[in-house]
DNA sequence: AACGCAGGTATAACAGCGTCATGAAACCGT
DNA sequence: ACGGTTTCATGACGCTGTTATACCTGCGTT
């Protein structure tokens, strides 16, 4: 009756290692099932045994994808300027860029549903939701208590940075944005979403950033 | 040598409706070359024929999708304010999410790598692009030669507008954004990059819209 | 210590996929 | 009317995820 993921499980981390590398190497398109047992060095049914089948193999991806930007995140966050600096949302965001230039597959995986049949699960895409975008709320209502910042709610600011962010980044890798200088139009687009709700009379974060 | 895909070939345009009504109806996990060809009253062999093969025919189908969300975005325009108001811009916003509910297979094809194999070629992209984008950037330009807007650049505000549309619709499609209210909240979100650029004194294209 | 039962694993098969080679049929210019 | 070219349908190949079957291992009982 027990049958809750135990993501504890040495075999399931270790498959799920070998399943992220296959997945980084070859892209979401080579991410089979046969690849990944003979790279764990078993067969097809291991992956039935521990994850049930595919979907819950990509499941576990989908849920370390996100547990990877959160590290990214908090790497970015120690080495910004201390709680309410603005700089630390425009830090979360050239994260954010960062990682889905590092790791595109598994961008596409968490948002670019890379993987024909798969739907995360609905406690899996809300745990790893609140995991990365609990830091983001968290930063702007330290900036929003420090005054450095104004909104009437954090969470609905941070949503729309977030979304800004998301955006600029996912039309980027789709190779949508327009070729010429991106990476400058995105150093400086990033800076908006803050200065726009930045009180007057205060520096601007810049677009010297980046 | 004549292989240009001469795309006024009618059974050209009727195997991409086929297509289409694949994608629509079984998502894009179940658009099969076999299933379209079997629709289509034909063999698969046809697909080869006229597009070469799946990749082709799905880069028809891109096409097709920015097509639509050309129609969406003309549509939109005809039932706004005249020139010059930048709710027009806030309309094509509007355009895109609600072509993306309506058209959720097709959206996933052209920003999301829903089919395994496909990338879009680079003519087919910058097409695609300027056919839409190209409209957003006119009416932005409208909105700063009327002086309702104020922006260094007409085509970097675009930019901007588009990535935060794109990145509002995207996460709200991967049901990511938050379950709570998403509709007032991207209503009022899409009223920022807007207001956040116009001039103090006039008055905001409001959160009544939508 | 030996047995029996349960669970996990590997093998092999099945249906489906994109792709390509083969033969037949149709079309078109000469 | 014929010869050449192009197109089409059929079937096969290798791959995919999934599943049934048989084996084998390990634990609890007697």
Known sequence: ???????????RRALVEVAAQVLAEDGPHGLSLRKVAAQAGGSTQL???????????????????????????????QAAPPPGDPAR???????????????????????????????????TRAASRQSTFGVLVQTVRECLDAGTL????????????????HGLTSLEQSGLLGTDDVEAFVAAALCVPVDAHRPPGQPGAGAASL
Do not use: N
């Open 150 to 165: 104004r909104a009437p709610d954090a969470a609905d600011l941070a949503r729309l940075c977030w979304a800004t962010v």
């Open 1 to 11: 009756m027990e049958d809750e993921p135990d993501d504890d499980d040495p075999r």
């Open 89 to 123: 949302i425009l830090a979360l965001g050239h994260a954010y860029r960062g990682f889905a230039q590092t790791e595109p597959s598994f961008f596409s995986v968490m948002f670019g549903r890379a993987v024909p049949g798969f739907t995360p699960a609905r406690s």
């Open 47 to 77: 992956v039935y045994t521990l994850f049930g089948g595919k979907p819950g193999l990509v499941d576990a991806l989908y849920s370390e994808g996100f547990r990877r930007l959160a590290i990214a995140q908090q790497r970015a966050l």
